[in-house]
């Protein structure tokens, strides 16, 4: 399979520059990040691409058995590494693609020289000491909500996942965003998401690492960042003075500026 149309990738920015690849989240594409590409763009190599089941993604190619896992995901990454031969990657992960990002450098090391975790969870619910953010019935009730209404579901949680209600375009971008994901896909993709437990493999990254948070995040509270910073060695954590889950939308200069500070030195 042609994994460049599958993935509808595309490549942008400084053909001899170092690679940054960007991954989106949740219900999103890479669309979410056209306004952090150009600052990426005047230095690096830049490869955006959507999951299978996303965007302008191959629908034929997804299959809940493959996508049933975040395996699935990071094998997409690596499925587009591979094909585009494309060494010492930096990696950028948006939401759940931040642990997306992390399986799939613990599989293959030596292709991901950095790592950029853009507000990353390992784990959404509670558990003892840990605060994810969410109780285990928060989060049942959240997907049978999804399962039952899917796009009822997107236009009252999309606004509360980017927070920002004195932008309202924001929140709606997200909705439509959302909106054009196909309901059966979203509805595995969602569980594959809030149900995951990526905890134990945070200490298997060896690659250098940003930890990107927000002041303010509904969906990954600074405990969260806080947790993963502690769990990755050598990490660093930055709080970017932005509201929500999504600040490669409400705050892109900020954003752009936190990566190419981290990047720019290798």
Request: negative net charge.
């Amino acid at each position: 399979m042609d994994v460049v149309s599958r993935n509808n990738v595309t490549v942008t920015g400084r053909a001899d520059g170092p690679v940054v690849m960007l991954a989106h989240g949740f219900g999103c594409d890479q669309n979410m990040w056209r306004l952090v590409v150009p600052a990426l763009a005047a230095r690096f190599r830049v490869v955006l691409f959507d999951y299978v089941g996303s965007g302008s993604s191959d629908l034929a190619a997804w299959s809940p058995e493959r996508y049933g896992s975040l395996d699935g995901y990071a094998q997409d990454v690596l499925d587009i590494c591979q094909e585009l031969d494309l060494p010492e990657v930096a990696f950028v992960g948006h939401s759940v693609s931040a642990m997306t990002g992390v399986l799939a450098a613990a599989r293959e090391p030596e292709r991901f020289a950095r790592l950029v975790l853009l507000v990353p969870s390992p784990r959404y619910i509670d558990d003892g000491d840990y605060k994810g953010g969410f109780s285990a019935e928060d989060i049942e009730e959240l997907l049978e909500s999804l399962e039952s209404n899917y796009l009822g579901w997107s236009a009252h949680m999309a606004p509360v996942i980017m927070g920002n209600a004195d932008r309202p375009e924001l929140g709606e971008e997200l909705t439509n965003s959302f909106c054009r994901t196909d309901p059966d896909i979203a509805r595995v993709f969602a569980r594959t998401t809030f149900l995951s437990d990526s905890r134990q493999d945070l200490a298997s990254v060896t690659a250098p690492t940003l930890i990107l948070e927000c002041a303010e995040d509904v969906i990954a509270p600074r405990e969260v960042g806080a947790y993963v910073h502690a769990a990755i060695p050598g990490s660093r954590l930055v709080t970017l003075k932005a509201t929500g889950h999504c600040p490669q939308l409400s705050a892109p200069e900020a954003t752009a500026d936190a990566v190419i500070d981290f990047l720019a030195p290798a």
